[in-house]
């Protein structure tokens, strides 16, 4: 699934501050919109020294999009042991048994849409974590094709935005794969009952925001789970799958 951006430039007469504009515009929105570096086919060594009338071009820029799926409501959140960049301590599943409901967010530091959530996701954590929702951050992309994604920056991004959750890194991706994890952001809310293992009660997107199409973020989608949860009431079957990058799994090693 991909996003398009379309970007028309032209140089008509004495319109090139114009196009300076359109070209400066262009590349804020290429830089915001894709997850890796983007290249512009308009490059200002290409602009004519004097009037001259181009034809229109049209400029597309794609950026991948994967929607969360696979794991299936009733699914049992699988066993992990994550280390966390920041403090140095290793997280395990065992260490949310006292909860009543825990939050599991694949997220990253690179990827535009956990960029265009991510200031709220604190925001919603600490409300609800004062509530008694346990919650835990786990990045799964490789450091070797995305560095940024790395745990000293990881620790960086945890310090500068003062998660209130731990921040965990899987090195070797077994853990994604378990929770069957594709994209970032990507939700797994939990519920505990008793000595139950932990059950997967929703499995969607965080609200209808997106990084490009102008509505809010609020949260709405999963508040409203995590509320449910919280107070004992089902949570409805009826999800919409969350929506960002795809994982940056390793690259294979060949003999």
């Known amino acids: 699934m ?31 919109l894709c997850s890796s570096k983007c290249y512009s086919s ?21 950026a991948a999009r994967t929607e969360s799926k696979g ?7 699988p066993n992990f042991e994550l280390p966390e960049p ?18 599991v967010m694949f ?11 991510k200031k709220v996701i604190v925001k919603l954590s600490n ?8 919650v835990v951050a786990i990045s799964s992309n490789s450091a070797i094709t995305h560095p940024q994604d790395g745990p000293d920056f990881m620790a960086e991004e945890a310090k500068i935005l003062n998660y209130p959750f731990p921040y965990l890194y899987d090195e070797s991706q077994d853990v994604a794969r378990s929770f069957g994890a594709v994209c970032t952001p990507e939700f797994f809310l939990f519920k505990k009952d008793g ?3 932990f059950e997967l009660v929703y499995h969607g997107q965080f609200d209808d925001s997106r990084p490009t199409n102008g509505v809010p973020v609020t ?37």
């Open 219 to 255: 949260g709405r989608d999963l508040s409203l789970a995590i509320d449910r949860v919280l107070s004992g009431q089902p949570v409805s079957s009826d999800q919409k799958p969350s929506v960002g990058c795809s994982i940056k799994w390793n690259p294979e090693v060949t003999a």
């Open 2 to 32: 991909a996003g398009v951006l379309t970007v028309t430039t032209s140089s008509v007469g004495g319109n090139m501050q114009t196009l300076s504009r359109t070209l400066a515009s262009t590349s804020a929105s290429c830089s915001f």
């Open 71 to 77: 794991a299936s409501l009733g699914f049992r959140a």
């Open 127 to 134: 409300f609800y974590m004062k509530k008694g929702l346990a």
């Open 195 to 197: 000595r139950r293992p």
């Open 86 to 103: 920041l403090t140095g301590r290793v997280w395990k599943l065992d260490d949310f048994e006292p909860y009543p409901a825990l939050l």
């Open 42 to 62: 308009v490059s200002s060594n290409l602009l004519p020294r004097r009037t001259t009338v181009l034809p229109s071009r049209k400029l597309v820029i794609r």
């Open 107 to 117: 997220i990253c530091n690179h990827c535009p849409f956990v960029i265009h959530l």
